[in-house]
């Protein structure tokens, strides 16, 4: 399974952007990025995924590198509720899900 | 239901007994996954299933667990002779599909005493 790096915590204000890095420099062509987040005391939960273009959704974007080898996970205004442990995820399809210990958040009031 | 369901939410078992878990996937989710999460680390992947079958099992770590999902929906994760390392919260998620976006249940906390 190809290797993702992320910084252990950040920290970040109540209503500011945030920018969450993984690098994954083995990255295979097939390889889809995936991001989960895991709240206190629930499951892991699906954030975003892309393969080469940028990707928005209600939670999230995602800004992949053109060379793929590292991307962010951009969450546009920051609240209490986004304190959570994020994972940064390679999979082909057909893969499982391979969790590293991802960057735990911190969101000042 | 909504999500993938798991029972119990809570689990106090004495070392030496076995223990059952459940999962109730999403309606429809052909792909089952059971997870092992230990404080302060990520998931641990244990065991695939693709309808019936356990597609890949390489995440069990010995002999002592078993899964089954016998009609390909609902599944129980098996632990026998319970050690007080099995102590974990065991986490089930289910997809349409092997390798799209998996929902994942809140957890089985099990606690081997």
């Known amino acids: 399974d190809a290797k993702t790096t992320q910084p252990n915590s950040m920290e970040s204000n109540e209503e500011e952007p945030v920018h969450l890095p993984c690098n994954h420099s083995?990255?295979?062509?097939?390889?889809?990025i995936h991001w989960y987040r895991q709240l206190p005391s629930q499951g892991p939960e699906y954030v975003i995924h892309?393969?080469?273009s940028n990707v928005n959704n209600r939670m999230a974007s995602l800004a992949i590198a053109e060379d793929r080898k590292s991307s962010t996970l951009i969450l546009h205004r920051a609240t209490l509720r986004d304190a959570a442990v994020y994972y940064c995820?390679?999979?082909?399809?057909?893969?499982?899900?391979?969790f590293g210990k991802g960057t735990r958040l911190h969101i000042l009031p | 239901g909504a999500g993938v369901s798991q029972t119990p939410s809570n689990k106090v078992t004495e070392k030496g007994k076995y223990v059952e878990l459940r999962c109730d996937p999403i309606?429809?989710?052909?792909?089952l996954y059971w997870y092992r999460q230990s404080l302060g680390q990520g998931p641990e992947f244990l065991i695939y299933?693709?309808?019936?079958?356990?597609?890949?099992d390489s995440g069990l770590p010995n002999d002592r667990f078993f899964a089954v999902r016998p009609e390909g929906s609902v599944s129980t994760l098996k632990i026998q002779r319970t050690e007080r390392g099995d102590s974990a919260v065991y986490l089930c998620?289910?997809?349409?599909?092997?390798?799209?976006?998996?929902?994942f249940g809140q957890g089985t906390r099990l606690t081997v005493v």
């Open positions: 892309g393969l080469t």
């Open positions: 309606s429809g989710h052909t792909a």
């Open positions: 998620a289910s997809s349409r599909l092997r390798g799209v976006r998996a929902f």
């Open positions: 299933f693709q309808g019936t079958g356990a597609a890949d």
């Open positions: 995820i390679l999979m082909n399809r057909d893969d499982k899900i391979i």
């Open positions: 083995t990255i295979s062509g097939t390889d889809y």
